[in-house]
């Protein structure tokens, strides 16, 4: 079974800090994604990734950036955290030309106070 | 646009009832189609998916769904809820067309009661 890791489980910043959140995958695919879930709202997806240093904009990228240097590492980084920011954070994976869906991560609960 | 629609935000069901967990959804094609759920403070699990064949489809936890073409349904269903249903339902779509993103509802709280 891929597994899917996600560093932290909660974590709590201070406004204006820069948090790094990361996702380490320990099979070999390509598409990584990174989502953040606020109640009413679903999930809404920041940035994706299809391939090692290649990056694309979800529907939210304001106040995100993305790294992926490597494959089985894709972090996710709010230059200067807000409140607004406070929010569950998933991380998700998906082998390309499979017929299944994504697998996810543990999540990261991150509260900017 | 493509989207994903949980009617209810909320099911509240009593232990040992059926218990039916509503999704439409508007893409093009013919998609393919996952139920996941999420346990308080915990990623997106698995439940069950839908890509052709037999319009009932069974998962994880004994639950199932029945895909329904001329509505644009995928219903979760559960024949005798238990208390320890209660958690967070995601209905999702990846259009047949795309090979990267899903579509995720908003979820439903399914409350199972004692």
């Known amino acids: 079974d891929v597994k899917v890791t996600q560093s932290s489980r909660y974590l709590v910043k201070r406004t204006g800090e820069k948090v790094f959140l990361e996702c380490v995958q320990d099979m070999d695919h390509e598409n990584m994604f990174w989502y953040r879930q606020d109640p009413g709202l679903g999930l809404r997806l920041i940035y994706f990734?299809?391939?090692?240093?290649?990056?694309e904009k979800g529907d939210i990228p304001e106040g995100y950036s993305v790294s992926r240097e490597k494959k089985e590492r894709f972090s996710l980084i709010l230059e200067s955290a807000s409140t607004n920011q406070t929010s569950m954070y998933l991380c998700?994976?998906?082998?390309?030309?499979?017929?299944?869906?994504?697998?996810f991560g543990s999540g990261t609960r991150l509260t900017v106070v | 646009a493509q989207s994903v629609a949980q009617p209810e935000d909320q099911v509240k069901v009593a232990e040992g009832n059926p218990l039916t967990v509503k999704c439409t959804y508007s893409?093009?094609?013919?998609?393919?189609l996952f139920w996941y759920v999420q346990y308080p403070n915990r990623g997106l699990q698995f439940l069950l998916k839908?890509?052709?064949?037999?319009?009932l489809v069974k998962g994880s936890y004994g639950f199932e769904a029945e895909f329904n073409k001329s509505q644009t349904s995928f219903h979760l269903k559960k024949p005798s809820a238990l208390v320890s249903d209660s958690a967070l339902y995601f209905c999702?779509?990846?259009?047949?067309?795309?090979?990267?993103?899903?579509?995720f509802g908003k979820g439903t709280r399914l409350h199972i009661l004692p």
């Open positions: 839908y890509i052709t064949g037999d319009n």
């Open positions: 999702a779509v990846r259009p047949s067309n795309r090979d990267d993103k899903i579509i």
């Open positions: 998700a994976t998906y082998q390309t030309g499979t017929f299944y869906g994504y697998t």
């Open positions: 990734s299809y391939d090692v240093k290649m990056k």
């Open positions: 893409v093009s094609g013919n998609p393919y």
